[in-house]
T-cell receptor
Framework: SQQGEEDPQALSIQEGENATMNCSYK?????LQWYRQNSGRGLVHLIL?????REKHSGRLRVTLDTSKKSSSLLITASRAADTASYFC????????????FGEGTQLTVNP | DAGVIQSPRHEVTEMGQEVTLRCKPI?????LFWYRQTMMRGLELLIY????????DSGMPEDRFSAKMPNASFSTLKIQPSEPRDSAVYFC????????????FGPGTRLLVL
């Protein structure tokens, strides 16, 4: 099974609302990354959080990491229609070299 | 920088034909990754290179798949012979370093094998 599993699989909100996506994983990690994929495009890196960090911010993005629960969350504040995309978490397991394992993604739809 | 460049963007071929996908990573990036994305299996790592050397090819599905990186600015992923179940979007990505680095993805090659 995938190392990272996102929850929910799909999320639909109104513009201006906040969107929260969760990711759970199974093994020890060095870091966790979040990526965005617009329809028909490649993935775009959003943010990286290391295993010794608990929270990180980048613009309207806030990521938390709880290594005791093996989970992470991505919060997008004041969402915009342009945020509509699939969001993936990717884990860098301690035993995996430079391999990233991607979850199945959350499809976010922001309605104008 | 132009980002990661992949060609072709779309490929339609018939079962049994050879398919070659191409990738030019971002200049100065030491790592190159090949992924495959399907609805059923999500995004899977096929193989990655460090300084042109294949490091982990455990994701390559079978002997029909092969990848090369003859120099720091070019890589190919070849499928021979192709099968309908190989239909997918194939992404190439590069990163400056390995562990702990962001990966930069190309636009992908959408492959359809009839």
């Amino acid at each position: 099974s995938q190392q990272g599993e996102e929850d929910p699989q799909a999320l639909s909100i109104q513009e201006g609302e906040n969107a929260t996506m969760n990711c759970s994983y199974k093994t020890s990690i060095n870091n966790l990354q979040w990526y965005r994929q617009n329809s028909g495009r490649g993935l775009v890196h959003l943010i990286l959080i290391r295993s010794n960090e608990r929270e990180k911010h980048s613009g309207r993005l806030r990521v938390t990491l709880d290594t005791s629960k093996k989970s992470s969350s991505l919060l997008i504040t004041a969402s915009r229609a342009a945020d509509t995309a699939s969001y993936f978490c990717a884990t860098d397991a301690t035993s995996s070299g430079s391999r990233l394992t991607f979850g199945e993604g959350t499809q976010l739809t922001v309605n104008p | 920088d132009a980002g990661v460049i992949q060609s072709p963007r779309h490929e339609v071929t018939e079962m049994g034909q050879e398919v070659t996908l191409r990738c030019k990573p971002i200049s100065g990036h030491d790592y190159l990754f090949w992924y495959r994305q399907t609805m059923m299996r999500g995004l899977e790592l096929l193989i990655y290179f460090n300084n042109n050397v294949p490091i982990d090819d455990s994701g390559m599905p079978e002997d029909r798949f092969s990848a090369k990186m003859p120099n720091a600015s070019f890589s190919t992923l070849k499928i021979q012979p192709s099968e309908p179940r190989d239909s997918a979007v194939y992404f190439c990505a590069s990163s400056q370093r390995g562990r702990g680095s962001a990966q930069y993805f190309g636009p992908g090659t959408r492959l359809l094998v009839l």
